[in-house]
Every structure is written in structure tokens, then in C-alpha cells.
């Protein structure tokens, strides 16, 4: 009964080669976040939907490009990774605001050769 | 923004001790204050949260205290055992808007058997 997942839980790419992540749920909720998490730091907000509409945190590289074709699906396209970008990329959602309670998914942690 | 400290960012206690956790916010207007509790590898998960309107919740070993006047917000876990050892995340969010959640940097805590 998993409620947000995340595929692949493990994405090797090499430097410079795209490469894209996704999230589902099966919550219905409103909004979806991606985070950056690198070891033994808190996770780092990339961007979120709320709906449709897409907001980008201001110190998010271009590099990173987010896709929410319907409610349940989200993605992260990382353009040309850089060996900076590896981390654990965390999805969560939350049923509307910020003040509800953030489901997270597994995670998906990147390496980049 | 918003800017939360998080202290200490480790801790170490024996088994059946108490641990305490310390948080200070700095934007007056947030009103939500979830705490997430991280294994190693694992995703953030929420222990517990408080609003604005109340100055303390409890949930059987843990409770969370809030000091609106001064900014801050503390977590305390009784009777510590061995499955409480992970990183714990504070965080704040005002909910207005897009005001994002704001996570402080962690604490790791260790119980000692």
C-alpha cells in the first residue's frame, strides 16, 4: 500500500548524460515536491506543483526541470548532471498547503560517474 | 525568509534517558512545526507537528513544546530505547502563499543500549 513512490530507487548516469527520475502516488493530493537531500544535510527544496502551476525555488540551477503531465505523476529531468548533483532526490506531496502534513517517497539516489 | 536553527546537531544518551532537541525560527508569522525523523537510508517520515494555536502536543514518548514569544520549538522524547537512534529534522512554515517548509540541519541522535 505504498502511497508515494519513487522509480528508479537507484540511477547511475554518467557526467553530462540526461537523465530523469519519477514519482507517483496514490494520495490524490494537490502538491508535489522534489528535494535534494546530500549526505547529512537536510533535505533542499527544488520545486513544487501546486496543481498545475509549477513553482521554482530561486537558488535551483536550470539544470534541473520538473514535468506534471496529471495529479498523480510527477518528474525531474536533470539535463546534463554534473558529479555535484548526486544526492538523494527525494518526491513528497501534501494533500494542499505547506501546513499539511509532507508524505515523502523512498527516494532515488543518484550516482554520476 | 524564513531561517531555522536546529541544536544540538548531535546527541548522544543512554537507553531510558530523555533526549531534547531545540529549534528557533525567525519568521513570526509561521505557524506550522513539523518534526521528521530520518533513518539511515531511509525518507523523512513525521513524528509529530504543532500549530501555532497550542504550546504543546504530546504522542506517547514524544511531545513538542512551542514558545510563540520567543521563536523557538523543542522535541522531547521519553524513555529513549535503541529504535529512537536517526537524524530528526525541525521545521517551520507560515502556509501563506507559497511559503515553503524550512527544515533546520538535524540532529543526529544515538541511543546507547
Known amino acids: 500500500d505504498a502511497m508515494v513512490i519513487q522509480n528508479p530507487r537507484y540511477q547511475v548516469t554518467q557526467f553530462g548524460k540526461p537523465v530523469t527520475l519519477s514519482c507517483s502516488q496514490t494520495l490524490n493530493h494537490n502538491v508535489m515536491y522534489w528535494y535534494q537531500q546530500k549526505s547529512s544535510q537536510a533535505p533542499k527544496l527544488l520545486f513544487h506543483y501546486y496543481d498545475k502551476d509549477f513553482n521554482n525555488e530561486a537558488d535551483t540551477p536550470d539544470n534541473f526541470q520538473s514535468r506534471r503531465p496529471n495529479t498523480s505523476f510527477c518528474f525531474l529531468d536533470i539535463r546534463s548532471p554534473g558529479l555535484g548533483d548526486a544526492a538523494m532526490y527525494l518526491c513528497?506531496?501534501?494533500?494542499?498547503?505547506?501546513?499539511?502534513?509532507?508524505?515523502f517517497g523512498p527516494g532515488t539516489r543518484l550516482t554520476v560517474l | 525568509g524564513e531561517n531555522v536553527e536546529q541544536h544540538p546537531s548531535t546527541l548522544s544518551v543512554q537507553e531510558g534517558d530523555s533526549a531534547v532537541i531545540k529549534c528557533t525560527y525567525s519568521?513570526?508569522?509561521?505557524?506550522?512545526f513539523p518534526w521528521y525523523k530520518q533513518e539511515l537510508g531511509k525518507r523523512p517520515q513525521l513524528i509529530i507537528d504543532?500549530?501555532?494555536?497550542?504550546g504543546e502536543k504530546k504522542d506517547q514518548r514524544i511531545a513538542v513544546t512551542l514558545n510563540k514569544t520567543a521563536k523557538h520549538f523543542s522535541l522531547h522524547i521519553t524513555e529513549t530505547q535503541p529504535e529512537d537512534s536517526a537524524v530528526y529534522f525541525c521545521?517551520?512554515?507560515?502556509?501563506?502563499?507559497?511559503?515553503?517548509?524550512?527544515f533546520g540541519t538535524g540532529t543526529k541522535l544515538q541511543v546507547i543500549p
Open positions: 521545521a517551520a512554515s507560515n502556509g501563506g502563499g507559497y511559503q515553503k517548509v524550512t
Open positions: 519568521d513570526s508569522a509561521s505557524n506550522y
Open positions: 504543532i500549530r501555532s494555536n497550542v
Open positions: 513528497a506531496t501534501s494533500r494542499q498547503a505547506y501546513t499539511d502534513t509532507q508524505y
